[in-house]
């Protein structure tokens, strides 16, 4: 038997342990969150979720809330949407700045596009802004600007239950909430790995690619705000996970990486690797002209018309002397499988034998 | 992998041998975490104290190399205890009274004496193993880098077949590969025993097969492997072409491999820097790197997936394919007029079985987990549910061998050799990323803090270490994550070359070095 309940006067049906929210969204309705993240266990904290549930007599928060049976919900009603916009006035009034770079992180603009949404000026209600930045962690990947930062928990929630390292934690209560790590120190004293899930799921900034900012700031003297970041979808090329990521690209510069929260393989997740050492890619010490090696014994730089004659002169000439069984391939672990494919179909259409391996046996 | 990624989160029971999986596969290693919240049990073996043991219920500290001495053990306790999956061993597989015979002998105390593991541990882990509904193998090189790599791959097989785990959620043997596209390597042939999708060179039906394909006559021999053919490189190899491997540092035994290397009469290295491998080339070929390539790549659970080009290359680099093709048309081979990598997959996808239901459209999301044998299939994410490729598992008879090289006066001491988070093989990539370099500025030898006095040697010192092959210099590092008479570095830093100090042997199958151990001797500089 279907389990059925009625959403915005519609009949829905769900599974036992669904959530109204997961429901709601199963069913293309828009209900506003700050600490969801669909890869954790519901939080409940942000109250942005909060529907009207028929017999209950406050509304209750989407997110935590299991359906049952019967149950009759409103998404969107006016007084839940003045309650909404409250809270959102709230949280946009403690912020430094509402307006982050999209480079910070993939949920970055998260609060940004609520406060759109709900037309708060910033100015409505100014409070005191509540965390303070970590100025003195030098670290190279993770900005700690906690002034941003809105108690919302994702990142604590996905250094534990995403992966499992618990190294963000949180100090003091109420007002003075203030995220941080074990005995408040560096994140690189912690149990912190650096795979930059905190950055991702932060939903104001407040934890950002420190990386990213630097080289569009530095580099690629690109406005801090810019928007126009494009998105490729790729496989990270480090181990045989096989991680999607997007690609960020500006002006034909690799300004960051984003991890892909659909990955068949990752939904979401990323390592150090994946995430940060994504610049060997146009790093200056790329070879960039095919080189030769001359009379000199030292190789120099030449087109590719001659380098390409004499790599194959250099084959032709070992085959035609010592056969076919003295020119043996190397293929590439590393390259797409097309490289390895023609390496292979190389050396046996071309010299008829099985001289062929790839770099899996070291 | 026999189970896709996703079934990490489900086992009863996991059991990590030789996989430092937290810094090798990090975002794998999350599953296992979860499982692990959700109440699984772990069972981690490995000479080292890493990551994966301190999650562990169970942490069983093997001496290195004596991996196939603690899954006799296991197999003799799943045995004895009745832990065994009658039905399964009845329908599914072969050999097993005689393998029943053979691990009789093979108790967990005579386990102990070799691996240094207490009997009572093995004991556990076994029982803990055989009684799971569903027990999940993973393992990495810390399996396959030893002269015997074949017989610790079929102990772990025996240990799955007896107990069923396998072919079901949440079970399987599963090696995590440590390349983006060494899985898709080997599915394309890039194999000296395999045409592509792992056809038998040696089966006349492939030849004719690929001579109908290719329009010639191809060698019903196996080739030689990577590793013989260093070995005759300048005697009956003259020239080699090699695709975008650092050979000189990630092999073992440096000094033998940049000899062989230079005596070629001729060397062709494509790569995207002047790696020390492409330095003693006579052609190097400049090609474009991750981001700028558009092609496909397969990982370790058999998904095929799009790599996309978001970035032109520097200069005037090419993919690896159309330099391929270059060199094939200047030779007069056919074949080789491609303009783009979408037919070469095609074409890969038409000649190989376990891709014969894909294309380069049809990966587009990468939904697809090979065999995917036609096009309505819908991939194949859990390998053997109903059956096994080849019919029935089949029981090894297994034996315990030594390493290559025990310690001995001269050299007393093992070294083993892995990677770290931070880096990436032999630091090409990750070398030239900036800020890893604040997370991990140098290379040091993990030493157990007991043993630095008994060798004389000082926490963040220079020392010597030598082994049979040659003598490095490196920092010494005092860690309770190696145990005592056990010290590990990774081979990432050009500047501490490993890889000169190992070698001591190969798998006479699969030609794998044993890359885990290595005798040495440790002097205070």
């Known amino acids: ?362 | 992998m026999s189970n896709p990624l996703v079934d990490m989160e489900k086992p009863d029971v996991i059991f990590c041998i030789g996989t430092n999986m937290t810094e090798c596969h990090p975002v794998a290693a999350t599953g296992l975490k979860k499982a692990v919240a959700r109440g699984a049990k772990l069972i981690v073996a490995d000479p080292r104290r890493i990551g994966l043991a301190e999650l562990s219920h169970l942490y069983l500290p093997l001496r290195v190399g004596s991996d196939t001495a603690l899954l006799l053990g296991m197999a003799h306790v799943i045995a004895r205890e009745g832990l065994i999956d009658e039905d399964f061993i009845k329908d599914r597989t072969t050999g097993f009274d005689a393998f029943f015979e053979h691990i009789s002998q093979w108790t967990p105390e005579w386990a102990e004496t070799i691996t240094g593991v207490p009997a009572k541990d093995i004991e556990t882990a076994a029982m803990w193993y055989g009684s799971g509904n569903k027990g999940a193998i993973y393992y990495t090189l810390g399996i396959t880098e030893h002269i015997c790599g074949v017989e610790n791959v079929q102990s772990l097989c025996n240990l799955a077949l007896m107990t069923g785990n396998l072919g079901r959620e949440g079970t399987g043997i599963n090696p995590m590969r440590g390349q983006n596209n060494i899985q898709g390597a080997g599915d394309s042939g890039a194999l000296p025993n395999n045409y592509p999708g792992f056809q038998a060179v040696t089966d006349p039906e492939h030849q004719a097969k690929f001579k109908a394909e290719y329009g010639r006559e191809i060698d019903l021999e196996k080739g030689i492997t990577k590793v013989t053919a260093l070995e005759l490189c300048g005697d009956s190899i003259h020239a080699m072409l090699i695709d975008g491997e650092n050979t000189l540092i990630s092999d073992p035994d440096r000094e033998h491999c940049e000899h062989a290397l230079r005596s070629l009469a001729h060397l062709v290295v494509i790569d995207i820097f002047l790696t020390e491998t492409a330095e003693l080339a006579d052609v190097v070929l400049p090609a474009t790197a991750w981001g700028e390539t558009d092609g496909v790549c397969t990982n370790t659970e058999r998904r095929v997936q799009r790599l996309r080009a978001a970035v032109p290359p520097p200069g005037d680099a090419k993919p690896d394919w159309w330099i391929i093709c270059q060199i094939a048309q200047r030779l007069g081979f056919t074949g080789f007029d491609f303009n783009t990598p979408k037919p070469i997959f095609n074409e890969l996808c038409r000649v190989s079985p376990i891709y014969a239901g894909l294309d380069w459209d049809r990966i587009e999301s990468g939904a697809y987990q090979w065999p995917v044998p036609y096009k309505e299939h819908p991939g194949t994410p859990r390998l053997h549910e109903e059956t096994f490729v080849n019919g029935r598992g089949i029981f090894s008879n297994v034996h315990y061998r030594d390493p290559a090289e025990t310690i001995s006066e001269a050299f007393p001491v093992w070294l083993t050799t892995g990677r770290r988070l931070q880096s990436y093989h032999t630091r090409t990539q990750t070398g030239r990323a900036e800020g890893i370099d604040y997370l991990l500025p140098e290379e040091s030898l993990e030493v157990n803090p007991v043993d630095l006095e008994r060798w004389q040697l000082a926490d963040g010192e220079w020392c010597k270490m030598s082994s049979a092959r040659g003598s490095i210099n490196i920092k010494v590092k005092a860690t309770d994550r190696s145990p005592r008479g056990t010290v590990f570095a990774s081979f990432s830093f050009a500047d501490v070359p490993v890889n000169l100090l190992t070698g001591s042997g190969y798998d006479p199958v699969t030609h794998t070095a044993e890359l885990k151990v290595c005798p040495v001797r440790l002097e205070p500089l």
């Open chain 1, 1 to 362: 038997m279907k389990n059925k309940m009625k959403i915005d006067d519609v009949d829905v049906t769900f599974s036992v342990g669904e959530t109204i929210l997961e429901i709601a969204q199963r069913y293309q309705k828009e209900i506003p969150t700050l600490c969801y993240d669909p890869r954790l266990e519901p939080f409940g904290g942000c109250r942005l979720c909060i529907v009207e549930l028929e017999g209950a007599r406050n509304p209750v928060a989407a997110c935590t809330t299991q359906a049952t049976p019967g149950m009759v919900v409103r998404t969107s009603t006016d007084t839940i949407e003045a309650y909404r916009k409250t809270l959102l006035e709230m949280v946009v009034g403690e912020n430094r700045e509402v307006d982050v770079s999209p480079l910070r992180g993939y949920a970055a603009g998260e609060l940004a596009d609520l406060r759109d949404k709900y037309e708060i000026n910033d100015g409505s209600i100014t409070g005191a802004i509540s965390g303070t930045n970590k100025v003195d962690d030098d670290n190279p990947f993770i900005l700690r600007d906690y002034e941003l930062c809105i108690s919302c928990y994702r990142c604590v929630r996905v250094c534990a239950e995403q992966e499992g390292d618990h190294a963000i934690n949180v100090m003091n209560r109420g007002f003075h909430t203030q995220i941080t790590t074990e005995f408040d120190g560096l994140l690189k004293d912690s149990a912190c790995t650096f795979c930059g899930q905190c950055i991702q799921t932060c939903p104001t900034g407040a934890l950002g690619d420190k990386k990213a900012l630097r080289h569009a700031e530095s580099g690629l003297q690109i406005p801090p705000t810019e928007l126009n970041i494009e998105k490729t979808r790729t496989i990270c090329p480090y181990c045989g996970v096989g991680c999607s990521v997007d690609m960020l690209t500006k002006n034909e510069k690799i300004v960051g990486i984003h991890p892909a929260m659909d990955g068949p393989a990752n939904q979401g997740a990323l390592c150090v690797k994946g995430q940060f050492a994504y610049d060997f890619v146009q790093h200056p010490d790329r070879l960039k002209t095919p080189l030769v090696r001359g009379d000199d014994g030292e190789l120099h730089e030449t087109t590719w018309e001659d380098a390409l004659d004499k790599a194959a002169e250099g084959f032709r000439k070992v085959n035609a002397t010592h056969g076919r069984h003295s020119v043996y391939g190397v293929a590439s672990g590393r390259a797409p499988s097309e490289a390895a494919y023609l390496m292979q179909k190389f050396i046996r259409a071309g010299f008829g034998t099985n001289y062929i391996d790839n770099c899996s046996r070291a």
